[in-house]
């Protein structure tokens, strides 16, 4: 009998979804449910730097989320601006690296000095890599990687026949960082819901009942077991490490 360690995955991304539903039933307002959420990211964060697990992305804001109340959108920005300035001190202290994808346009110039601040911060740190989509939406960010490359055609930069899935995947948001391994969706909700199409191509998909205010540390390592559990094939007929 083998006594090797069940393989932690390398790149966790996670859909954060349950917020509204989670205060709705507890009849407190929305803002409420958010505010629950940010102590959810604390939890995940800690959780994740002691399972020495490299890479997190989280969604944490999609472009298509500007449609919601203005009443609530204020609330997130608030919340989001509180969570920098409250815990960027203890993320650097502990490592982390901070990474923010998706378009800075349209958003408020407070938000983008505090996350140009957080970035420029954390730049060295070597620990957690900690990927904050923010603004985001995969298909914007796949037709921004088309239009990069067909701009370097056009002046000549480069040939149509030297466009290769590498190639583009250098030009995405997340150039340089591994596809996720695990992606987890919390709500009950089974789709992607715009995020990372491209990177998730070969992630195993955890969906879970949990509203993203109750997810916990207990809660990830029963989705880490989940993908333990999977035998990952990449399309072939045997399983293949990604170590």
């Known amino acids: 009998m083998s ?11 996670i859909i954060m979804d349950g917020n509204g539903r989670w205060a709705a039933e507890r ?16 939890r995940t964060v800690r ?40 815990d960027l001190a203890d993320l650097h202290k502990h490592g982390v690296r901070i990474r923010v994808i998706g378009e800075r346009g349209g958003v408020e110039g407070e938000v983008i ?11 060295s740190n070597d620990g957690l890599q900690l990927t904050v989509a923010f603004n985001y ?11 990069r490359l067909a701009e370097q055609v056009k002046k000549g930069d480069l040939a149509v026949a ?13 150039a340089g960082l591994p596809d996720p391994d695990l992606l987890i969706r919390t709500s009950g909700e089974v789709r992607l819901s715009n995020f990372l199409l491209w990177q998730c191509a070969y992630a195993e998909l955890v969906f879970l009942d949990t509203y993203w ?9 029963a989705a880490i077991a989940e993908f333990q559990s999977r035998e990952r094939r990449f399309g072939g007929l045997q399983a293949r490490s990604t170590a």
């Open 47 to 86: 959780a994740v730097i002691d399972l020495k697990i490299p890479y997190l992305t989280l969604f944490t804001f999609s472009s298509e989320n500007w449609s919601r109340p203005r009443e609530e959108i204020r609330d997130l920005m608030g919340l989001l601006k509180r969570f920098i300035r409250q």
């Open 162 to 174: 030297d466009i290769t899935e590498e190639r583009l995947g250098r030009n995405l948001d997340t």
């Open 137 to 147: 939406g995969s298909r914007n960010e796949i037709a921004r990687a088309a239009k």
């Open 3 to 13: 006594d090797e360690q069940p393989k932690l995955p390398n790149h966790i991304a």
């Open 213 to 221: 205010p109750d997810f916990n540390r207990e809660t990830l390592e």
């Open 27 to 42: 009849g407190l307002p929305r803002s409420d449910g958010h505010r629950h959420g940010v102590e959810s990211v604390r």
């Open 113 to 123: 000095k505090l996350i140009e601040e957080a970035v420029a911060l954390t730049s």
